[in-house]
């Protein structure tokens, strides 16, 4: 596939139907799904996509992860068949970049809250996954009876640099590809567990192609300048303060641990369950951090069970 072929190939809402022959899915035609703008409390909009009929209530919230955006749910919203809410994060995706470049949970959390709230004001619960759902503890400590309940796909505020070490090394490399080709050749390398088929879908929705043939990311990469290291392993290092936010989800919290993922350890599921001793925690065999994306229907039926389950 080349550059332009690539391109013009490219439908944001064209692309369902083979999530679903991919995963094994049921087709009965295209799904009701619509992009929608929130404006925000920082003065910038939030994008979203709203899967379900016009007049039926969202059910759910999905809060993606870092340089991801909200197509990494597609599948997982397929097989949910639920009305739900699928975020992209400030600076990802079709949501504005912030001007202070400033992504971290806690500076995310009153935007996303008000995202919540506009367009999925009555929803049983969150999923959020890695970035996103420690945006959504924040949201959790910061909003209470916005976040009901939490599920944390293959994240805990235990998260360190070791532990993300590979994730850290894919978004910090190039800022653009040659080609169409390059960036996946690059995503397949850093996604052992994933299909071939199912990045190169995600490539579409998450990069763009420029006027002069280079393909870059959709989100708001900003390169570490020299000596900022240590600003880096600060920022990591302050998730650790958000533990305190998980008594702050008044519902169930179950964590979806990605079998051959690195990034949860037995010491996170040990403090998480010190902190909430009623938290569930399912391991998903075979899939690495991105839960949504190695095991999509597996990842639905836990969140089945879940809102199913009694509070």
Do not use: C
């Amino acid at each position: 596939m080349n550059n332009v072929r690539a391109m013009t190939a490219y439908d944001e809402f064209g692309l369902f139907q083979e999530n679903a022959e991919e995963a094994g899915l049921p087709w009965d035609g295209p799904p009701s799904v619509r992009r929608v703008s929130v404006a925000v409390p920082s003065g910038h909009h939030m994008s979203a996509l709203v899967w379900g009929a016009p007049d039926a209530a969202p059910e759910l919230v999905l809060v993606h992860g870092g340089a991801q955006n909200a197509h990494t749910w597609d599948t997982v919203a397929l097989a949910l068949g639920r009305p739900l809410v699928a975020l992209d994060l400030p600076g990802h995706g079709h949501s504005d970049w912030r001007a202070d470049h400033d992504y971290r949970p806690p500076a995310m959390a009153e935007d996303v809250a008000a995202s919540i709230s506009a367009l999925a004001p009555d929803a049983a619960a969150v999923v959020g996954m890695s970035l996103g759902g420690l945006t959504s503890l924040a949201v959790a400590r910061a909003h209470p009876g916005v976040v009901r309940r939490l599920v944390l796909v293959d994240v805990t505020p235990g998260v360190s640099r070791e532990k993300a070490a590979a994730i850290i090394a894919f978004v910090g490399g190039p800022e653009t590809f040659e080609s169409f080709e390059a960036i996946l050749e690059r995503t397949i390398a850093f996604n052992p567990t994933r299909s071939e088929s199912s990045l190169r879908r995600g490539i579409l929705h998450n990069a763009s192609e420029q006027p002069d043939g280079t393909w870059t990311w959709r989100y708001d990469r900003l390169r570490m300048a020299e000596g900022e290291e240590q600003e880096v392993d600060e920022r990591i290092a302050a998730m650790a303060e958000l533990w305190d936010a998980v008594p702050a989800v008044p519902g169930p919290v179950l964590l979806a641990r990605g079998g051959v993922s690195p990034v949860v350890d037995d010491a996170d599921v040990a403090e998480l369950r010190r902190r909430r001793p009623d938290a569930e925690v399912i391991v998903v065999d075979g899939a690495g951090h991105s839960i949504q994306g190695d095991r999509p229907v597996e990842l639905a039926g836990i969140i089945e069970r879940f809102l199913a389950a009694p509070s």
